[in-house]
């Protein structure tokens, strides 16, 4: 037996536990355990909580009639239905615009395509700021395109339809990255076997390829939302900040805020942490009534 040989015996028999089992190499004291556990719920009431519970205390601080009065706004109903409006044109456009490139990318070869993937990317590195001026920039009145389209009469700034252009613009991500590494784990060959049996393309994806990443779809649909309504930047940008015509929920607390009407501003706060956590609470009950068909579908 050579040295290191007879060093290596030494070693493992200095590590066998006495009492005939294996160490654990993950496994932690309990001491460890309750510190770390301690560290992470404190680091999230401090981040996460707390100033979720003080969104709540400052709208019902003066009591539940001044919160309700608060609301009873035409401005803060405009802002209402405009966020909501928003969102019901920009959600749909970005799941149809998602599911085409994520199903691109996904299942073809073709040149560009890392490219295509980079401008998916694109809005998680530009800010929203810079995003909406870039519409400014595009369709504003010394723009080409400004002048041209409001001779038609199509208003692109300062109103609904550049509100959607900036919101489409930060969110469309979200849908395509929750598909794109989903379908690329399915790979081609249930569609490629589909399509073998004669089933059409449109068949070949409603009933192959939209049930195996149906999940994925849905997460990718509730981040969208959540980030649809509660943006900021870029629609403070395009919005132009009119009063009860272009003002967004967010923008809508800003203006209150300013103006120290803090109750307002936090009543109508509530509203949008209220969405976020009815969001969270779908999200949580898919999770867990459906938590082994979401476990199958990411493993397929």
Excluded at 168 to 186: D, G, K, S, Y
Aim: charged residues 15%.
């Amino acid at each position: 037996m050579s040295v290191a040989d007879d060093l290596s015996a030494g070693r493992a028999e200095k590590i066998k536990p006495r009492d005939g089992k294996r160490p654990n190499p993950v496994s932690e004291s309990f001491g460890a355990k309750v510190a770390l556990t301690g560290l992470a719920l404190a680091f999230l009431a401090l981040v996460l909580l707390l100033p979720l519970l003080a969104v709540f205390v400052e709208a019902f601080r003066k009591g539940p009639a001044e919160f309700f009065l608060s609301l009873n706004d035409p401005d803060t109903f405009s802002a209402i239905r405009l966020t909501l409006t928003v969102a019901a044109i920009a959600v749909p456009l970005n799941l149809v615009f998602g599911v085409v490139a994520a199903w691109a990318i996904a299942k073809f070869e073709f040149k560009g395509k890392a490219f295509l993937t980079t401008l998916i990317d694109l809005p998680f590195s530009v800010s929203p700021v810079i995003s909406g001026l870039v519409y400014v920039l595009l369709f504003g009145a010394g723009s080409a395109l400004g002048p041209w389209l409001k001779s038609y009469g199509i208003e692109i700034l300062f109103a609904l339809p550049g509100i959607v252009l900036a919101t489409m613009f930060v969110t469309f991500p979200f849908v395509a990255r929750e598909l794109i590494p989903l379908m690329q784990e399915q790979g081609t060959s249930e569609e490629e076997a589909a399509l073998s049996l004669g089933a059409s393309g449109w068949q070949t994806f409603w009933y192959v390829t939209l049930p195996n990443i149906k999940w994925g779809l849905l997460y990718g649909v509730l981040l969208c939302n959540a980030r649809a309504m509660g943006e900021f930047g870029a629609v403070s940008v395009v919005s132009g900040h009119i009063r009860g015509l272009t003002n967004t929920m967010p923008l809508h607390v800003e203006i209150l805020y300013n103006e120290y009407n803090f109750v307002a501003a936090f009543a109508v706060a509530t509203l949008l942490a209220g969405l976020a956590l009815v969001t969270l609470v779908l999200k949580s009950i898919l999770e867990y009534r459906y938590g082994d068909e979401i476990a199958a579908s990411a493993k397929h």
